[in-house]
């Protein structure tokens, strides 16, 4: 019962997404604090827990912990610093590069197509599977 109730919600919601208006307002517009946007950003990454126990499941197995000097826990602070920082420009860019794609009525409504297609779809798998 619970497969047939989930797969009509997601032909529902697939049916809803395909026939959407596309929206003429402009989330981002009269958006200026970049720098509040950045300290939030990083904030909310830093406080991952997911990372913070990343790190204490796996720096030990990289490095003996016994042994590190300030000037190796310096090194590693910066490299982890470059790298994560170097990975999370590289998202920020392509979803500016997305974003700025995306700003055509046709696009929007391709992608709400598209996307309401897969959850009708996935409606129909579950529909169709054992």
Partial sequence: MIRWVGAGYL????Y???????SDADSTEGHRNRS????QGFLISASNPKVI????????TFMDLQSLQV???ALASVL???ALMAGLM?????AHWASAKLKSDRAQQNLNRSA?????????YLIASR
């Fill in 116 to 124: 309401g297609s897969i959850m009708m779809g996935a409606g129909v």
């Fill in 53 to 60: 126990l990343f790190y204490i499941a796996f720096l030990p």
């Fill in 90 to 94: 590289l998202i920020a860019h392509s």
């Fill in 11 to 14: 032909l529902y919601l697939g």
């Fill in 36 to 39: 509040g946007d950045f300290l």
């Fill in 16 to 22: 809803k997404l395909f026939t959407s208006p596309i």
């Fill in 80 to 82: 982890t610093l470059v």
């Fill in 71 to 73: 000037t190796d826990i």
